[in-house]
Structures are given as C-alpha cells and as structure tokens.
Antibody
Framework: EVQLLESGGGLVQPGASLRLSCAAS????????MSWVRQSPGKGLEWVSS????????NYADSVMGRFIISRDNSDNTLYLQMNTLRTEDTALYYC??????????WGQGTLVTVSS | QSALTQPASVSGSPGQSITISCTGT?????????VSWFQQHPGKAPKLIIY???TRPSGVSLRFSGSKSGKTASLTISGLQTEDEAHYFC??????????FGGGTKVTVL
C-alpha cells in the first residue's frame, strides 16, 4: 500500500523559512516523479512543484518560483520542500503526491503551514 | 497559470446523472490528454478518480466517466449516490510542463 507521510509544517512569521518532508513507503520511490500540492483553508487545490524520478527535472508554479526548492533523497525514500521568504498567502495544507506520468495518483494527508505575524 | 474553470456547484437527486465541466485553454486541456479528476470529501485528501481524460483507476466506480472536447473536459457521475457528495477538482498538464487545477465543484445530492 502506498503511504506518504508529510511533516515539518507549523506556524511561522512572514519572511521565515520552513522545510517540509514527505516519507514514502509501499512503492519503489526512485521510479516515480513526485509533487507538492497545496490547499488554502476552504479553497481549491494549487500545484506547487514537481520533480522527476531522478531529480533532474524540476518545475515550479510562478507563485513560488525563486522561493521554494523541491528535492528528493532516493536512498532515504524522502521528498522535501524548502520554503523560503514565506508570505501570508503561502498559508495552506501542503500535500505530497506520487506522480504516475503527469497525474498525482496517491496523496498524503498533508501538513499545515501557517504564515502569520 | 490561470486556474481551469469549473462551476462552483452542481446538484442532483439520487439516481440521476450529473456532469461537471472543466474549461481550460489551448496550452493545457485542448492540447494534452493529461486531464485528471479528483474527489475530495471534507477533511480528507483528494482521491484520483479519472486520469488521461477517460481512464478510471482500479477500484473506482464505473459510475464515474470522463471526456473531452476542445478546451473543455467533463466528468459525468451516473446513478448519483449520497456518498458522491463531495468536492471535485479537475487538473491538466500544461505546455510549460506545469500542472493546473480547477477551482473545484461542490456536488450536492438532493
């Protein structure tokens, strides 16, 4: 069974940094691309970033380009999202998702990031 | 990266069929057959119910079907059941190698 467990969320002030982690199990992590998707409270889904299986191909949403960095450690089956210069509009539940071709086919339960002064 | 356009809400009675539209552009929905649909119940993570426009993952009810015409993709739920009451989101791959989601549609079973 595919399991994705996000961690690292919390309450931070604007301008701060935070690093999210996603521990993957139940599948061959190194064979799959991965994505981060966020959902603001009571709002819709917003794709944040994706990384391919080997980590060479990375894409970001315009809203986080230059501030967020996605990475992965295939030896540890872990996906990361380094979030810098956080803004109030980054407040959301952040989901880690496994990609099957261009589709997030399995999702974690999310970790909540709150940016507030 | 404008969001795909979905109706805010759709409703139907048990047993009826409903259709949710998802309108994009020539840079996403029209030019790529990588349209997906997700079901999300309150407090739960999204669940993939349709991918590659028309394909159902294993275990997803046959009552869910997808289609696409031009810039608009659609999700049809046949034989509406109370458990289908949820939010539904569409998504597409884009020409910039990014992904874009729709704003979501709340389905109410009357």
């Amino acid at each position: 069974e595919v399991q994705l467990l996000e961690s690292g969320g919390g309450l931070v002030q604007p301008g701060a940094s935070l690093r999210l982690s996603c521990a993957a199990s139940g599948f061959s992590f190194s064979y799959y691309g991965m994505s981060w998707v966020r959902q603001s409270p009571g709002k819709g889904l917003e794709w944040v970033s994706s990384i391919n299986d080997g980590g060479e191909t990375i894409n970001y949403a315009d809203s986080v380009m230059g501030r967020f960095i996605i990475s992965r450690d295939n030896s540890d089956n872990t996906l990361y999202l380094q979030m810098n210069t956080l803004r109030t509009e980054d407040t959301a539940l952040y989901y880690c998702a496994r990609d099957s071709w261009f589709t997030p086919d399995s999702w974690g339960q999310g970790t909540l990031v709150t940016v507030s002064s | 990266q404008s969001a795909l356009t979905q109706p805010a809400s759709v409703s139907g009675s048990p047993g009826q069929s409903i259709t949710i539209s998802c309108t994009g552009t020539s840079s996403d929905v029209r030019d790529y057959n990588y349209v997906s649909w997700f079901q999300q119940h309150p407090g739960k993570a999204p669940k993939l119910i349709i991918y590659d426009v028309i394909t159902r993952p294993s275990g997803v009810s046959l009552r869910f079907s997808g289609s696409k015409s031009g810039k608009t993709a659609s999700l049809t739920i046949s034989g509406l059941q109370t458990e289908d009451e949820a939010h539904y989101f569409c998504s597409s791959y884009t020409s910039r190698s990014t992904r874009v989601f729709g704003g979501g549609t709340k389905v109410t079973v009357l």
